[in-house]
């Protein structure tokens, strides 16, 4: 039988059974008209494939790879690959997501998504080259960093330009604040995706292929991609970007992100720092070990900075990237005012394999914990664990990867840690059902509450949202609700978040031409919130979610800012509680316990999905009053401009 011929898309799936050493593939276009591509795709098939009942670490989880429809093509900023799973800190949604050259790299070996389940009789890796795929012992790769791992590979394959998707010792000793690294510096973090490949005894995916990518309609397409190029060009702020990086752009001691408290100070305690501190780890200071800035694939905004450091205690530090999750992790989060150690530190996350966001998170508290007492320096291996240490910080990173002494405490998240300590830690562990978070949330109540309803748990690209002002709630729970609907749309087409200007009407216009699919900006909105549909059904069937776990941290919630312009500032609980429930309106969810009803999953035409959740005895009716009110906001929210929020 002839297979139709599937524009913008390699047209594959590769499907890999550790265990039983198999290999197999199936056709794209079978997921592709309903879910677009790369996170749509991947989490219909965890949806569709996995039982409730397997765990993260169980060989029948799944370890899914997209590539977004766009990836590979001249798209600005098309070079997203999502990596979904199930969550090592809670066993629902586990979504993360990265750039580079690995995503585009992989459709042009022949796939857009690759399925892994089972668990290999050793350490293996997944070489992927022109349309082929094999499985190979790695049991000379594991224990080696991921920078070691790629450089092995290469060299075994006699091609500098093979791409490699890795973990670092972090991942193979489960240790679930760690992270898939692509390209030696773009991290695939949160959810513990590195844990779930670890699991799997699966160190890496190499890929390498030269085949191209079709288009349906190229004439359109290139005219739609030369304006998507002309408007990205035309962006303030795109030059100073693409000559300073990302983080010395957007990083000076006044910018939005101090504004907000995204920086919380010494694990959350506070949400502001001194001026002069902040002066010391800004972008200004960054620029002295700024030598040029990097572009992932077919990237107008060259982001990325490529640092070194010529001098002092961390002399002979180079490499890619440092963000402003870096500063947050590794500077205000320790009270650590010491640029160097901290680019250090990212550095050698990225080596080991750990998320900067998740493992800072958790050694905070160990941090708090010994100013509090709770932990000794018996109990640290020795350590002063005080605030500023930047050296105890970074030995820190290092016993957390290899679950050596305290690090192996830690290695489970600061929920486990903290329920194990008891004693009063529990207060001050600051995580999201169960997952360690990074963010300060106490004074953007935009950023709160996309941060807080995120479905993979406490992580600030999925919904978070600007308000102004910024400790607004007025607007939020609507700006939230679009925001997630455009970022699911981002992560099916694969275009990165940082590229300026880019609407749903943009891309559904140059997704239409690549495929000859017929898009609109209002389908594709739709479509992103059939998938954080299906995510929020996955949550409510595999972790048991409600209402409960859309609740702030403890601290966040209870525990006021205390210093700077916005003293006194915190999350009030009844507000909080009206955001949830204009939130859960907007989709049309119960408002009690936040399950998902018949008439909003039957409106997305996911009735299947709310036959299984009926089964189990977890899907809800709307009133007939609810149910006007709900059909009427749907007419209302379609359409809406995506630059109000």
């Not at 901290?342 to 900067?356: C, E, M, R, V």
């Not at 004074?443 to 992580?459: F, N, Q």
């Not at 403890?554 to 009206?578: C, D, I």
Request: glycine letters at 10%; aromatic letters at 10%; a neutral charge.
């Amino acid at each position: 039988m002839t297979t139709k011929k599937s524009y913008g898309y390699a047209g594959r799936i590769l499907r890999v059974d550790l265990s039983k050493e198999k290999i197999w593939t199936s056709q794209t276009q079978r997921y592709a008209r309903r879910f677009i591509g790369g996170r749509g795709v991947n989490q219909w098939i965890l949806f569709d494939e996995l039982n409730p009942s397997v765990s993260w670490s169980d060989p029948q989880n799944l370890l899914v790879y997209g590539v977004g429809v766009l990836v590979g093509t001249p798209v600005p900023g098309a070079c997203r690959v999502s990596i979904d799973t199930k969550n090592a800190f809670n066993n629902g949604v586990g979504s993360a997501n990265a750039g580079g050259h690995f995503g585009p790299e992989l459709k042009f070996a022949g796939f857009d998504h690759v399925v892994i389940s089972g668990r290999a009789k050793r350490p293996s890796y997944l070489w992927i080259c022109e349309g082929e795929a094999e499985i190979r012992d790695a049991s000379s790769l594991w224990g080696k960093t991921t920078w070691d791992a790629e450089k092995i590979i290469r060299r075994d394959h006699g091609d500098e330009r093979v791409r490699v998707s890795s973990i670092g010792p972090a991942g193979e000793n489960l240790v679930r604040a760690s992270s898939i690294i692509n390209d030696r510096a773009k991290a695939a973090g949160g959810s513990g995706v590195g844990a779930v490949m670890g699991s799997k005894r699966l160190k890496a995916l190499a890929v390498r292929g030269d085949r191209p990518v079709e288009i349906a309609e190229p004439e359109g397409f290139m005219e739609a991609v030369k304006r998507s190029w002309s408007k990205v060009e035309a962006a303030p702020g795109l030059k100073e970007l693409r000559e300073k990086g990302f983080y010395c752009s957007s990083s000076g001691p006044r910018s939005r992100l101090w504004e907000i408290g995204y920086r919380p100070v010494r694990n959350g305690q506070d949400d502001y720092w001194d001026p002069e501190r902040m002066e010391r780890i800004s972008g200004e200071a960054m620029k002295r070990y700024v030598r040029r800035t990097l572009s992932c694939f077919s990237c107008i905004a060259s982001c990325m900075p490529w640092v070194e450091i010529g001098e002092g205690r961390y002399a002979g530090t180079k490499g890619e990237g440092f963000w402003n999750n870096s500063s947050n992790s590794f500077c205000t989060k320790f009270d650590n005012d010491n640029l160097e150690a901290a680019i250090y530190a990212h550095s050698l996350s990225n080596q080991l394999g750990l998320d900067t966001d998740n493992a800072a998170t958790v050694i905070a508290w160990a941090f708090e914990c010994f100013e509090r007492g709770l932990l000794t320096r018996e109990d640290t291996d020795g350590l002063e664990l005080t605030w500023g240490n930047h050296e105890a910080m970074v030995s820190m990173l290092e016993k957390l990867a290899c679950r050596e002494g305290i690090g192996d405490f830690l290695a489970d998240g600061v929920k486990r840690a903290s329920e194990r300590l008891g004693r009063g830690s529990e207060a001050f562990a600051v995580h999201i059902k169960g997952q360690d978070s990074l963010d300060g949330i106490r004074i953007s109540k935009g950023w709160a509450l996309g941060v807080v309803t995120a479905p993979c748990g406490g992580r600030h690209l999925r919904g978070a949202a600007s308000t102004e002002p910024v400790n607004s709630y007025e607007g939020t729970p609507l700006r939230v609700f679009l925001r997630e609907q455009f970022k699911a749309i981002l992560d099916m087409v694969g275009v990165c978040s940082y590229i300026p200007d880019q609407t749903p009407g943009d891309l559904a216009e140059m997704v239409s031409a690549a495929t000859g699919f017929e898009l609109s900006a209002d389908r594709l909105m739709r479509v992103g919130l059939q998938v954080h549909n299906v995510e929020k059904a996955f949550n409510t069937l595999h972790a048991g979610f409600t209402r409960k776990d859309d609740l702030p941290p403890y601290r966040y919630y209870n525990e006021p800012v205390k210093s700077g312009p916005f003293k006194g500032e915190s999350l009030n609980h009844e507000r909080w509680e009206m955001m949830l429930d204009e939130y859960y309106a907007l989709h049309g969810w119960d408002r009690v316990t936040s399950w998902q009803t018949r008439e909003c999953l039957e409106e997305l035409d996911l009735a299947g999905v709310a036959g299984r959740l009926e089964e189990a005895g977890r899907l809800k009716t709307l009133s007939e009053d609810e149910r006007e009110r709900f059909l009427a906001s749907r007419k209302e929210t379609a359409g809406f401009p995506y630059r109000w929020f």
